[in-house]
């Protein structure tokens, strides 16, 4: 139960930043936003943290 919790949370989490991760890139791509390409960089090592923490919960799951 608190698997399914952490994952489902984890899952949210991901998808939450994936989107502004995506609104950021795409205003830098787009419009040369300086700003937004600073926020995406930093919203990508964020994301990357939560990736491995969701990889970890996950193989400890798949090994019970």
Same mark, same amino acid.
């Given at each position: 139960e608190n698997f +399914?919790?952490?994952m489902? *949370? @984890?899952i949210a989490k991901? +998808?939450?930043?994936s989107e502004a991760l995506l609104?950021?890139?795409a205003a830098q791509a787009e419009k040369g936003n300086k #700003? #937004?390409?600073?926020r #995406?960089? +930093?919203a990508?090592? *964020?994301l990357e943290k939560? @990736?491995?923490e969701f990889r970890k919960v996950s193989l400890e799951e798949s090994k019970k």
């Open positions: +399914k919790k952490s489902n *949370e @984890l991901i +998808k939450e930043m609104v950021d890139a #700003a #937004a390409g600073t #995406a960089r +930093k990508s090592l *964020e939560v @990736l491995k």
